[in-house]
């Protein structure tokens, strides 16, 4: 089997053909290069429907990968070749999933992520346009905007993550309004009830003092007693209240 390319040179598509097996240039390691691309590729299934060229120290890796990490992991690893200069990553990711059954999907499990590691502590938004899934929000750490992608990574359907996570600044200060605010939250009998699931839907995000609260409540009142206990904390500059009613615009 052949696999056609199209050129563009001087503004008019010219074919070329290669054999699938791989590509090599002219310059001066393509060869070497080539030949050290394909062995890497052979040496895990995931990557074995993927094929590569090389010219002028450049990989082109072309094919077919069945989740987006294969993809990834695979142009790193050609990434880290002796003499390779850069690497174009045309590597299609198969299967397709609605838009919005992704969605849903990749906020379930996220909303679980890294439970007993502050996960009241990260508010986080996932859309999804054709399969490219764009994180938002904000984080408490590093592991856990690492963890989050990571689960966009290796869910089945996902073509491309677009990370916007914003991580929040080291702050001993924050840590103990952040600790206060979940107590008096979580801590009022009335809102105590939001504690039984470990997925909290009340999100504490606190930012050089300033506090916000994200998720979805039961009533105004809940809405209200929380923001009003959020307040309470010392040393907490500002409440922003985005909780929502849950049904509320039904």
Known sequence: MRKISLVLVAGVFAISAWAQSGHAGTGRYDQQI????????????????????????????????????????????????????????HVQVEGNVPDEQLRKQLADKLRYDRVGYGVAFNALGVGVQNGVVTLNGDVRDY???????AIAETT???????????????????????????????????????????AKPIRIVVDNGHVTL?????????????????????????????LMIAGAGK
């Open 143 to 149: 592991p856990a905007r690492d963890s989050a992608i």
């Open 156 to 198: 089945p359907g996902v073509k491309e993550v677009v990370d916007n996570i914003n991580v929040l600044p080291t702050s001993p200060f924050d840590d103990t309004i952040r600790l206060g605010v979940a107590r008096a939250i979580y801590g009022n009998s009335t809102l105590s009830k939001y504690a039984m699931d470990p």
């Open 34 to 89: 080539q030949q050290e691309v394909t062995k890497q590729l052979q040496s895990k299934d995931n990557w074995k429907e993927i094929t590569a060229s090389t010219d002028d120290a450049i990989v082109t890796l072309d094919g077919n990968a069945k989740l987006l990490i294969d993809k990834i992991d695979a142009g790193k690893k050609v990434d880290k070749i002796d003499h390779v200069q850069g690497v174009r990553n």
């Open 214 to 242: 994200y998720g979805v409540v039961d009533n105004q009142m809940d809405k209200q007693i929380a923001e009003q206990q959020a307040k309470s904390v010392p040393n907490v500059f500002s409440v922003d209240d985005k």
